[in-house]
């Protein structure tokens, strides 16, 4: 999807999120409550105005104010897409489904509204329903559309490929690039797009506990995407530099590069339990959508005739493991797998409640290493 179709999507996308959360605030807290996705809408619509010279008789054609948001909602989508240029409109008519979308707010009174039958009806698409009442809206919309982009086939190449430390940086110069790297830029441009953010520093440093690329929020001071690691930056590795380059964004990195790490883990596990003999084979990502997008992270196969299904599962609070929706398979085991860290505690709390009770359990990597009889590396 060419530039300006895909801001001005995101424009809409964002604009409608933040419209909505603006409309479910309380009236006595309309005027002091942030809303990070309409914020975000109306800077995206003033930096389309500002790059591409989009003006109507002296006024800005797209909005960069709330007010001016809403009113472009309070119309079909295609008045404010008449208004630019032909190009413009050839490439949302070409690559977007939005031109034909009606008014998907109405005004009744200053300050309130409801959503038309059209506002509806996009409140039902994938990501905007996942995200909507979410609390971090952008950064739930945004996971969903890598998703998207995930299950449109080559689903294991694509994960495998995120989840490797080798791939959170990549330079823009493709002699420096892998030729996996050069590969998964060509065969998935869109992804790619949505997966990597400009780096725009002279020097980078990759975290050396989990290989992520350290964000620099000020100048000398930094941060890893995950909180676990950030007391161990004082041993950050500089990353070698070949000019300009792109780096791994946050929202790939917390859904997909993380939960990897607990991924590739238990599969050392796996690959020694075989040769110790006590696993005979597993699968990867299986499952009834499988060659789409996984049901279980690994299905195994166990020397004595078991099936166990693991899902492996990186999250601070352990209610979001109790109510996780579950597909089970008749004659095999459910088992959620989490990282060391957790304490004894946070099974407890899930192998305990009712709805986890002779359904599935959880145990940590090193449970999984003693119940298979593989040795820690050290000992």
Not at 34 to 53: D, M, R
Not at 246 to 264: C, H, K, S, W
Request: glycine share 6%; aromatic share 12%; net charge negative.
């Amino acid at each position: 999807m060419q530039e300006f179709s895909a801001e001005f999507s995101k424009m809409v996308n964002y604009g409608f999120l933040g419209i909505y959360r603006r409309l479910s605030i309380p009236e006595e807290d309309l005027q002091t409550r942030f809303v990070p996705a309409l914020t975000k809408a109306c800077g995206i619509g003033a930096y389309l105005n500002f790059k591409y010279n989009l003006k109507e008789a002296e006024r800005r054609i797209l909005p960069e104010t709330e007010r001016e948001m809403f009113k472009m909602f309070e119309m079909p989508l295609e008045e404010i897409i008449n208004k630019l240029p032909q190009e413009l409109i050839n490439q949302i008519q070409e690559e977007t489904d939005l031109y034909g979308i009606g008014a998907l707010f109405e005004s009744i009174d200053d300050g309130k509204g409801v959503l038309t039958e059209d506002g509806y009806e996009m409140r039902s698409n994938r990501a905007i329903y996942k995200s909507i009442n979410c609390l971090e809206q952008m950064g739930e919309y945004d996971g969903q559309q890598i998703f998207e982009e995930l299950c449109k086939g080559e689903y294991r190449e694509k994960r495998v490929f995120l989840e490797n430390p080798d791939n959170v940086y990549i330079p823009d110069n493709s002699i420096y690039q892998s030729d996996t790297q050069q590969k998964f830029i060509k065969s998935f441009p869109d992804l790619f797009e949505r997966c990597y953010q400009p780096n725009r520093r002279l020097s980078i440093y990759r975290c050396k506990r989990c290989g992520m690329i350290l964000r620099e929020p000020r100048l000398g001071v930094f941060l890893c995407v995950s909180k676990k690691c950030n007391q161990f930056l004082d041993e950050k590795v500089e990353v070698e530099m070949h000019g300009a380059g792109r780096i791994m964004n946050d929202v790939t990195a917390r859904n997909i590069f993380y939960p990897g790490q607990l991924e590739r883990s238990i599969k050392e596990v796996l690959d020694v339990a075989i040769k110790k003999g006590t696993v005979d084979r597993y699968e990867l990502w299986p499952g009834k959508y499988e060659g789409i997008y996984d049901t279980w992270d690994f299905k195994v196969y166990l020397k004595d005739g078991r099936i166990w299904l693991l899902d492996a599962k990186d999250v601070e609070n352990p209610h979001w493991i109790i109510i996780d929706k579950r597909e089970f398979l008749k004659n095999a085991d459910f088992i959620y797998i989490v990282p060391n860290d957790k304490p004894k505690v946070y099974l407890e709390q899930i192998n305990n409640n009712t709805r986890c009770l002779n359904e599935a359990r959880c145990i940590r990597v090193k449970d999984l290493k003693k119940i298979l009889e593989v040795k820690e590396k050290n000992a």
